[in-house]
């Protein structure tokens, strides 16, 4: 289905592969035959880019026989049939070696692709504490002599200013260190995400010793955010000598402060770790955040090496893939992020009471899960500034399409959480607003506006009247898509809700009814607002059940958010969305609920009403950030209200056009 799209042209990914070959200390042929059968392995992978450890042609643990002339000489040996071996196919291939030049042993990372040496990358901190003694057999690069060396009957560029790019594949940038580079203040990668690198590769021979592979975890981890690029690192594997030390072939490769992937340690035999590296996103978030093109003035200059790979086809993605971005998979994260958020909103609220010199809050309670997660908010906002929970006037204001499982559900959950509250049914004041405009009664969006419009009025004035503020209740994701009134629902004082998607408000609601009102008559209530369908409820029931479903309308809530993370926090195309959509569809991490088809119709209709909704947007409320996605104008989204969405559109549906066929 996808044999016409290609990893780089039409989605911005590059394939990386990590590399830890089993080897015998100082049996270069042996080494050598490992390292190209994993060449050809990552080939038939696709892998465009390929690492493989610190002094794996001779093994890192050779020790004194570093100086032996038969060693050395058969290293460079082992590099020449490499070298022969990658002229086969087009595939950056990173491999480390002693080399002697000058009378001078350097540790060395040699960068081949197609049968040349782009160029020889010498280490530069030589860790010479403890268990190492790395100065006892090699020099710094700072003690390197020139920048040019003959290497295999030629001349390769040779230093730690060399950067090396991809042709075609303009945001590859390929930066090279080696192992203790990586765990100094100043790090040589630093320097080379600062002059463009996103691709930061570490040769390492990093020995085993308990909570180690934690630390490497956590600082790979922490320079891949810190720098915006991807950082792959490949220690030695079991092969290395066990006279003092244990070597466990951990590799890591993280992207923008993510692991993608990380190996197991202590494996016997060789291993090839993949992974597809999301060009697009590191390009976007290095464009956007001002203070890193700060970071870069000044900078020492590269030298830039241009190699050029293969493209793959797209018939396998090699990233996991998240079906729901804003929700942590894991149970104790999502329980941590949930406290969290309710944390920030419960803070967010009191200051904003505090910050007015009001000790009351006001809003309307549907029975259904924004209005639910507002209400517990305030609730809590008051145990936390030491006011009583009266202070908060809740109240249902039942329309035409109230049902009595929703009205009964916001009065049983207003008594137990012991607020104020009452219900004031609108139908008789909607009725004569019908009459003054000579409506008739049919259900169209004057019949459902001025429903909402004129719950907003009375909770203003209720607010006037009380000395209140009137709290919003309105989450992000239907910020988004514009699914409020303007100047109905989409108004209000303050809205804790404003960042918090909607898959994410489900899953706040009921941690809230497990964590903090358990055992509670509220705990019941809040169990079936869960279960209710989301509906505005502006329109007649039929047999008392609700007819009006907002995903129905709107489209999924997983699909929505799905969508609505990598538009707005990625910048991401929407043809390159729909694919995503379509491997999560794939790999059933959707439980087989959408087709192709509805993935694309719903994408659309997310586009649609993104760009037609953005004057909803403009205005709204204040609300506290949330997470790393927010729509306030006043933060991170700034947008013309008259922005056409045919550019994306078109994007959307060349992609459509390329899968479907």
């Given at each position: 289905m996808a044999q016409n799209i290609e990893l780089n042209q039409d989605l911005g990914f590059l394939r990386i592969g990590a590399a830890v070959p089993e080897l015998k200390v100082a049996d270069v042929d042996y080494n050598v035959k490992n390292i190209v059968k994993m060449m050809e392995k990552a080939r038939t992978a696709g892998i465009q880019v390929l690492c493989f450890p610190e002094m794996a042609i001779t093994g890192y643990?050779?020790?004194?026989?570093?100086?032996?002339?038969?060693?050395?000489?058969?290293a460079e040996k082992g590099l020449r049939d490499i070298l022969e071996a990658s002229a086969a196919y087009n595939m950056v291939i990173i491999v480390?070696?002693?080399?002697?030049?000058?009378?001078?042993?350097?540790?060395?990372?040699?960068?081949?692709?197609?049968?040349?040496?782009?160029?020889?990358?010498?280490?530069?901190?030589?860790?010479?504490?403890?268990?190492?003694?790395?100065?006892?057999?090699?020099?710094?690069?700072?003690?390197?002599?020139?920048?040019?060396?003959?290497?295999?009957?030629?001349?390769?560029?040779?230093?730690?200013?060399?950067?090396?790019?991809?042709?075609?594949?303009?945001?590859?940038?390929?930066?090279?260190?080696?192992?203790?580079?990586?765990?100094?203040?100043?790090?040589?990668?630093?320097?080379?995400?600062?002059?463009?690198?996103?691709?930061?590769?570490?040769?390492?021979?990093?020995?085993?010793?308990?909570?180690?592979?934690?630390?490497r975890r956590i600082i790979v981890t922490s320079e891949s955010g810190r720098n915006i690029a991807a950082y792959c690192y490949v220690s030695a594997g079991t092969g290395e000598s066990s006279n003092d030390l244990v070597f466990g072939g951990h590799a890591l490769i993280a992207e923008n402060g993510n692991m993608l992937q990380e190996s197991q340690k202590l494996s016997p035999g060789s291993h090839l770790m993949i992974a597809d590296i999301d060009l697009d996103r590191l390009v976007h978030d290095r464009s956007m955040i001002t203070s890193f093109r700060q970071s870069a003035r000044n900078l020492k200059t590269f030298k830039v090496i241009e190699a050029q790979v293969d493209d793959i086809p797209a018939s396998k993605l090699h990233r996991i893939i998240d079906p729901h971005p804003f929700v942590p998979g894991d149970p104790a994260r999502r329980a941590e992020r949930c406290r969290d958020i309710f944390s920030m909103q419960v803070a967010a609220l009191a200051k904003k009471l505090t910050g007015s010199k009001i000790q009351r809050i006001v809003l309307g309670v549907s029975g259904g899960l924004d209005s639910t997660l507002a209400l517990l908010a305030a609730a809590k906002t008051m145990d936390f500034l030491g006011l009583p929970r009266t202070n908060v006037y809740a109240y249902t204001l039942p329309g035409f399409g109230t049902t009595k499982r929703t009205r009964d559900n916001a009065t049983n959950l207003c008594a137990a959480l012991g607020v104020n509250?009452?219900?004031?049914?609108?139908?008789?004041?909607?009725?004569?607003?019908?009459?003054?405009?000579?409506?008739?009664?049919?259900?169209?969006?004057?019949?459902?506006?001025?429903?909402?419009?004129?719950?907003?009025?009375?909770?203003?004035?209720?607010?006037?009247?009380?000395?209140?503020?009137?709290?919003?209740?309105?989450?992000?994701?239907?910020?988004?898509?514009?699914?409020?009134?303007?100047?109905?629902?989409?108004?209000?004082?303050?809205?804790?809700?404003?960042?918090?998607?909607?898959?994410?408000?489900?899953?706040?609601?009921?941690w809230v009814a497990d964590e903090e009102l358990a055992g509670t008559k509220a705990q019941k209530v809040l169990y079936d607002v869960l279960?209710?369908?989301?509906?505005?409820?502006?329109?007649?029931?039929?047999?008392?059940?609700?007819?009006?479903?907002?995903?129905?309308?709107?489209?999924?809530?997983?699909?929505?958010?799905?969508?609505?993370?990598?538009?707005?926090?990625?910048?991401?195309?929407?043809?390159?969305?729909?694919?995503?959509?379509?491997?999560?569809?794939?790999?059933?991490?959707?439980?087989?609920?959408?087709?192709?088809?509805?993935?694309?119709?719903?994408?659309?209709?997310?586009?649609?009403?993104?760009?037609?909704?953005?004057?909803?947007?403009?205005?709204?409320?204040?609300?506290?950030?949330?997470?790393?996605?927010?729509?306030?104008?006043?933060?991170?989204?700034?947008?013309?209200?008259?922005?056409?969405?045919?550019l994306w559109l078109e994007d959307l549906e060349a992609m459509y056009r390329k899968l479907k066929g």
């Open positions: 643990t050779i020790g004194d026989l570093v100086h032996q002339q038969a060693l050395l000489a058969r480390g070696l002693p080399v002697c030049i000058h009378q001078k042993v350097f540790n060395c990372a040699a960068v081949l692709c197609s049968g040349n040496i782009l160029g020889v990358v010498p280490k530069t901190y030589l860790p010479s504490y403890k268990e190492f003694y790395e100065e006892r057999w090699f020099v710094s690069s700072e003690d390197a002599c020139s920048d040019v060396i003959e290497l295999l009957g030629k001349p390769v560029h040779f230093g730690t200013d060399i950067l090396f790019t991809l042709k075609g594949v303009p945001a590859a940038v390929i930066g090279v260190e080696l192992c203790e580079d990586l765990w100094v203040p100043l790090s040589p990668h630093e320097y080379q995400a600062l002059a463009g690198a996103t691709i930061l590769l570490n040769l390492s021979a990093s020995n085993e010793i308990l909570a180690k592979a934690e630390w509250f009452e219900s004031i049914n609108i139908t008789r004041t909607c009725r004569a607003h019908m009459v003054d405009l000579g409506h008739k009664g049919e259900e169209d969006i004057v019949f459902e506006n001025l429903q909402a419009r004129y719950r907003t009025e009375f909770l203003f004035n209720k607010a006037n009247e009380l000395n209140a503020i009137l709290l919003g209740t309105g989450d992000l994701t239907e910020v988004a898509l514009g699914w409020c009134t303007f100047s109905g629902d989409q108004l209000s004082h303050y809205d804790v809700n404003a960042s918090v998607p909607k898959t994410l408000v489900r899953y706040m609601v009921r279960d209710t369908p989301i509906s505005p409820e502006l329109k007649r029931p039929a047999n008392g059940k609700i007819t009006q479903i907002s995903e129905d309308i709107i489209g999924p809530v997983e699909l929505a958010d799905f969508y609505l993370y990598p538009f707005v926090r990625l910048g991401m195309r929407p043809g390159k969305m729909l694919y995503l959509a379509n491997e999560a569809r794939k790999q059933k991490l959707f439980d087989g609920r959408y087709t192709f088809d509805d993935l694309h119709r719903w994408l659309r209709s997310f586009i649609e009403r993104f760009f037609a909704n953005q004057f909803k947007r403009t205005c709204m409320p204040e609300g506290p950030k949330i997470g790393s996605v927010s729509l306030s104008p006043r933060g991170d989204w700034r947008m013309p209200s008259d922005a056409e969405a045919a």
